[in-house]
């Protein structure tokens, strides 16, 4: 569960305190921040919401507990790809060059479709009622559509 907020948590957190960067390109007037973060707020903040309810479902006493298996597949997409992913991201979009970060942040983008996918598809493909897999539809396209916008902004 503290791996899912570390990202908007943090994101938040850089945007303050380098607010002043020419980097991030905001603006003294509403809208303040360029339309890729707007992005990346609302599809990241349903990617947490989706993330957060379906933690919700598994703590109820009717519903499936998460066996450690997929717990663990859970904990690598998110500590080894999403966090790390989250540090190149932030690493290109600071660099005078972004292009240097580019085949990093490809390695880790592929690692954590892998590890996403595993997880689905070994653990939850059959398992799954419309409820949960609506809560990892939300987490799973939400941070798809937050990653891509903020690609947008660094590298378009």
């Not at 503290?2 to 305190?17: D, I």
């Not at 653990?123 to 990892?136: L, M, Q, T, W």
Request: with cysteine; hydrophobic share 55%; proline share 6%.
């Amino acid at each position: 569960m503290v791996l899912l907020f570390v990202p908007p948590v943090l994101f938040g957190a850089l945007l303050l305190a380098f607010r002043g960067s020419d980097h991030l390109k905001l603006a003294s007037e509403w809208p303040y921040l360029p339309w890729q973060f707007l992005v990346v707020a609302v599809a990241g903040g349903v990617a947490t919401l989706g993330g957060a309810l379906d933690w919700r479902y598994h703590r109820s006493p009717l519903n499936m507990k998460i066996p450690k298996k997929e717990r663990d597949a859970e904990a690598a997409a998110l500590g080894l790809g999403g966090v790390p992913m989250f540090v190149l991201m932030w690493g290109a979009m600071m660099h005078p060059k972004p292009t240097l970060w580019l085949i990093p942040i490809l390695v880790v983008l592929i690692y954590t479709v892998v590890a996403i996918s595993y997880d689905e598809f070994v653990f939850h493909i059959k398992r799954c009622g419309r409820v949960e897999n609506a809560y990892h539809r939300m987490l799973v396209f939400g941070n798809g559509i937050a990653w891509l916008a903020w690609f947008h902004f660094i590298f378009c």
